[in-house]
């Protein structure tokens, strides 16, 4: 089965709850690296398993990459939490590769905390669906994330 949804990991909720992870979503700096169709993603993996480089997101033949959109992805700008009525969201600015950028057959991306190492470096934050192949010739790709945010919780 490939992308048919973008979800949270399951293991990033659990980690958040029961301080597992060091993971501070206000300050570390996550990645967001794209991934070809073959990716077949789950948010029910462990925590080792969402990481960047590992089980799906091993990127041998997986990963989309360029010059300016290099392996290892790009980083979130101005990655923040915020609150309202009956809704906690983690949202950034829209992430664009630097400079002129060639990319085919995109189909999501992986965010994922690049600051920790221990217990699981660069582990899986969430991945995201572009509802279909993505891709640029000579030009800009940048990944619009939704107005509800990277990930949402609703109340």
């Not at 925590?47 to 089980?55: D, W």
Request: glycine letters at 10%; hydrophobic letters at 45%; aromatic letters at 12%.
């Amino acid at each position: 089965m490939a992308w048919t949804n973008s979800k949270i990991f399951r293991p990033l909720v659990a980690d958040l709850l029961s301080n597992t992870a060091a993971i501070d979503l206000d300050t570390d700096v996550p990645k967001v690296a794209l991934f070809d169709t073959d990716v077949t993603p789950n948010s029910d993996v462990t925590a080792a398993l969402s990481a960047y480089n590992t089980g799906a997101w091993a990127i041998a033949g997986n990963e989309v990459s360029d010059t300016n959109w290099p392996a290892g992805g790009r980083p979130l700008v101005s990655a923040a939490v915020s609150t309202g009525a009956g809704f906690v969201m983690y949202d950034a600015n829209d992430t664009a590769g630097a400079g002129s950028v060639t990319l085919a057959g995109v189909f999501g991306c992986l965010v994922y905390d690049d600051t920790i190492t221990t217990p699981v470096a660069d582990q899986g934050l969430s991945y995201n669906y572009f509802g279909g192949t993505q891709g640029v010739t000579a030009g800009t790709f940048t990944v619009i994330w939704h107005a509800n945010g990277i990930f949402r919780f609703t109340f």
